[in-house]
């Protein structure tokens, strides 16, 4: 049975958060004195595999990413991997990369190939003005690694204007000689990140700020892709740009997601959750509750008004109390 919503969408891809804790702060992702789940609170690694199991085997989802907070703060982290590659799904992990050179060698012996890495600056003191932690040179160095291992990468920059969007042609840079995917984000809008429409370096203007450097062309995406992805003539790798704000891509959306406490949300910016994890603690069948779900999805942008500046007022009172931490990337 396939998860199709009423505008006609049909699910295939599931984001599981296994822990709401991070070792950075960054600034777009959560304010300073973020309060965390207690670790009774999280799914166990049996939930977030049975779980995962009957998204698979049930509805027929065949990618699975795990997100956080930080997922290499679990301590199964690599045993979560090792059972969820175990489903056959296509499956990733995003990270911040502080802590990938503890477990490179045990995820990508668990089944691991495929990683979402943040990385928003190439300036350890901007690094640490962002992220409120002096780890740059770590999470560089990890990047390299794991590229060296052989890890499919995403590299994910949130392009904030005045802060870093004088870096854009150096990640562009990164594609050159690599095979590397960069992903260059709107700032979005969350609980307590002090978004403004005025701050988001839109996609139009990092498509001409690249523009007026290098020629490149238009690739083609998946249909149910976040990004539209190009590549600079002659490079080997490529960059993208996901357009949240400015240009939603809502009419496409196959993504369903799972908070670390065990909370379905049908959209990132969803406002209502359903508990999965309480009702399958007292032994209850949680297929209706995930159904139902799917059936409240809305159109765009989880109900939420566009993204305009003159509705910037009703965007910041509508928003989920939720901050990105504790939804999951």
């Known amino acids: 049975m396939a998860l199709t919503d009423r505008h006609h969408r049909t699910h295939s891809s599931l984001r599981i958060s296994i822990v709401d804790k991070c070792d950075l702060r960054c600034t777009y992702c959560m304010p300073e004195d973020q309060q965390f789940l207690r670790r009774d609170e ?68 668990a089944g691991l190939h495929n990683l979402n890495v943040s990385l928003d600056t190439f300036d350890a003191e901007r690094f640490k003005r962002i992220a409120r932690r002096d780890l740059y040179t770590q999470v560089w160095n990890n990047i390299q690694a794991a590229y060296d291992k052989g890890m499919r990468i995403k590299l994910n920059v949130v392009v904030m204007r005045g802060v870093n969007d004088d870096e854009i042609l150096r990640f562009v840079e990164l594609t050159r000689e690599r095979h590397l995917h960069v992903r260059f984000i709107e700032f979005m809008p969350f609980a307590g990140n002090h978004w403004g429409r005025e701050r988001v370096y839109t996609y139009a203007e990092m498509l001409g700020h690249i523009g007026s450097v290098h020629s490149f062309e238009k690739l083609a995406d998946d249909p149910h892709s976040t990004a539209k992805t190009y590549r600079v003539q002659g490079w080997r790798g490529t960059f993208a740009v996901i357009s949240t704000v400015t240009e939603p891509f809502c009419g496409t959306c196959d993504r369903l997601r799972i908070t670390a406490e065990g909370r379905m949300r049908n959209c990132l910016f969803a406002r209502e959750e359903t508990d999965l994890l309480s009702a399958l603690r007292r032994g209850e069948d949680i297929a209706p509750l995930i159904e139902a779900n799917v059936l409240a999805k809305h159109a765009m942008l989880g109900g939420l008004p566009p993204f305009r500046p003159e509705k910037q007022e009703e965007v910041l009172h509508d928003l989920s109390s939720r901050p990105m931490v504790s939804i999951g990337g």
């Open 42 to 109: 999280l799914m166990t690694r049996e939930e977030v595999v049975r779980i995962a199991r009957l998204f698979v085997d049930r509805y027929g989802i065949s990618k699975i990413r795990l997100t956080g907070g930080e997922p290499l703060l679990r301590r199964d982290v690599v045993d979560i991997v090792r059972d969820l590659a175990s489903l056959g799904v296509n499956l990733g992990l995003t990270t911040n990369a502080v802590s990938l050179h503890e477990h490179l060698d045990a995820l990508w012996q």
